[in-house]
């Protein structure tokens, strides 16, 4: 395919030895590398058996269905070699690629605007700084994959354009698709659909969902619901980054594949799932907290440790820890919400 990139990580890469402390994915793992090494050893057959049955379930068959054993098997994990596939067809990228054809290069041929260009220009060097694939800025580095991607969605979509978080997302599309064009649709498919409204620059979306969060706490743990209602504004403070970077540089990298798995599948309310299980999990360190900054410390530590690093644990949590979660709750929360805000703001000056 024309956009697919060279000599990177469609595949996982081997891990290097301890001194390079690199993981699959390019990145490099300073602090918590031997724990990350035990958790994928024992991980590495989990992997391998889903992998068979993955393979056995997608043999010979054009398209992946969306059914009742799909939904199961995405739960519990789509192995790497699987995942652009399964992403495509679940979020309806595929079918928008298709529709589409020539569309992502034509954006690439087009004239660029200079500010857009500019801005998304600033943004690469803090790009995953410490993953080998993103350092080169030479092909057959990821940089130039990365602006390409960022640039053509922002033509694409000018009411977004390109605003801080997407080059993450972009970044973590790349390594896993290998492919510019599929990692364009895939950010369509995210920020048009699945998540409207997080990244246009009133960002009502994602005000929205942080609201909801903050109400779904007080249904399923009232202690914490209370403590935070001492901090007016808390959870901008506390979950605006878990949402708008779908918890990349959050939660570890193989559970936040882990999660978006269901994301592409499911949809949005996966997040709200992966928020109140590290909320639910960690009530009695939460409710020591005594200040404002004992809260937002105490947010910090319950994203990392062994409950996260055990994505295969983690991902068996979020469906059983915060109990029952429909859509149709989370709609009619948003509704509320985003009404309320946008009363709120227009009233101000």
Known sequence: MENEIEGNASQPLPCNNDNDRIDPYGFTRRHDFESYKDMMNEYLAVLNRRSM??????????????????????????????????????????????RNPGHYQSLLAMEHDTRLRETIQTDMHRTFPDNIL?????EPGLQRALFNVLLAYGHHNKAVGYCQGMNFIAGYLIIITNDEEKSFWLMDALLGRILPDYYSPAMLGLKTDQEVLGDLVKTKSPAVGQLMDQYPGIWTLLVSRWFICLFID??????????WDCLFYEGSKVLFRVALTLILHHQPEILRARSLPDVCECFKQITSGAFTLDCHTFMQRIFTEPGSLSMATIDKLRNKFRQKIQEEESRQP
Do not use: C
């Not at 799909?70 to 596939?85: D, I, S, T």
């Open 53 to 98: 049955r993955w393979s056995k379930l997608l043999q010979g068959k054009p398209h992946v269905e969306k059914n009742v054993t799909v939904k199961r098997y995405v739960r519990k994990g789509v192995p790497n070699e699987h995942r652009a596939r399964v992403w495509m067809a679940a979020s309806g990228a595929q079918e928008q690629l298709d």
């Open 250 to 259: 959050i939660l570890p990298i193989e559970t936040v594949l882990r999660v």
């Open 134 to 138: 993103f350092q080169s800025k030479d």
